[in-house]
């Protein structure tokens, strides 16, 4: 049976691995036709050789890498009617991640939407025609404690898709904003004592972010999320902007707290190890 997604061309960016693999592999599944972008190129490879799609691994944030990732898309599709901008980081740190963190989390996470909306834009609105996938983040909705350029380059990522949502709708284009809260991929693997104790607990597949993501797209949902409880958190933060913030605090609070108990833990231990060699001599 053929469904509205076969026979499309689609292009997914970050799609070596985690939720851009699951994408890749889900619209495959129901006939598109994928080219699978990543910057590990063996990856790339290896997700496009599993699902019968086509390799295109490199850059999908700076200007140039874009233009050649659409040009190479163009060539092996014949037109793109699908673009996810999936691929995306998450550096750590305040105000203090330093310039070049914040430079790179705006870069990917926000810039090379906004490169790749430039340049499919024309033939999209030409046609009256075309989808953009944005993988955004709850914390495109909320906040990303322990990681400020990832929070408010998110943001940034969600207010882009809105803007194109809101200005071509009218005009052919459907556009979705993706935002899971944890998703077990090496990015939350990696996402610290923050991340762990807000997003762990409820963390879900890579392949549950992709059904959502179809179901969105039958349904021509902008919001998409996989975490339905998100919509209330949402809701909440918008209702009453400093009760919610106040819970926020109280979490920081407590991850604080436990990295301090952690490193006190850490330091009984090694103390434990070191104290019987303290009286030999050598």
């Not at 009617?81 to 980081?89: E, K, M």
């Not at 955004?136 to 990681?147: D, H, I, P, R």
């Not at 009453?240 to 991850?255: G, K, S």
Request: with cysteine; aromatic share 4%; glycine share 10%.
């Amino acid at each position: 049976m053929s469904t509205p997604l076969a026979g499309q061309g689609v292009v997914v960016t970050g799609a070596g691995h985690g939720i851009g693999a699951a994408l890749a592999e889900a619209f495959a599944a129901e006939g598109a036709r994928v080219v699978v972008n990543d910057l590990d190129a063996e990856a790339a490879e290896r997700v496009a050789a599993r699902i019968g799609g086509i390799p295109a691994p490199g850059d999908a944030a700076g200007a140039e890498g874009v233009a050649a990732l659409i040009a190479a898309a163009r060539t092996a599709l014949g037109r793109i009617d699908v673009y996810c901008a999936n691929a995306g980081i998450a550096p750590g740190g305040g105000a203090d991640a330093g310039p070049s963190a914040w430079a790179a989390a705006w870069d990917v996470n926000v810039m090379a939407h906004v490169r790749a909306a430039e340049l499919l834009l024309p033939d999209w609105l030409e046609r009256g025609e075309g989808r953009f996938v944005a993988t955004v983040s709850a914390a495109g909705l909320l906040t990303m404690l322990g990681s400020a350029p990832y929070a408010v380059s998110k943001h940034g990522a969600l207010a882009f898709a809105e803007w194109l949502a809101a200005s071509y709708r009218h005009r052919g284009l459907r556009v979705h904003a993706v935002c899971p809260q944890g998703v077990r991929t090496r990015m939350l693997a990696d996402s610290g004592p923050a991340g762990q104790a807000l997003l762990a607990a409820e963390a879900l597949e890579p392949a549950d972010v992709a059904a959502a993501l179809l179901h969105g797209i039958e349904s021509e949902t902008f919001l998409i999320l996989p975490h339905p409880q998100v919509a209330d958190y949402y809701a909440a933060r918008a209702a009453a902007p400093d009760r919610w913030l106040d819970a926020m605090n109280h979490l920081q609070q407590n991850v604080e707290k436990r990295n301090v108990e952690k490193r006190s833990v850490e330091k009984r231990s090694v103390e434990k190890h070191i104290e019987p060699h303290l009286g030999e001599k050598g």
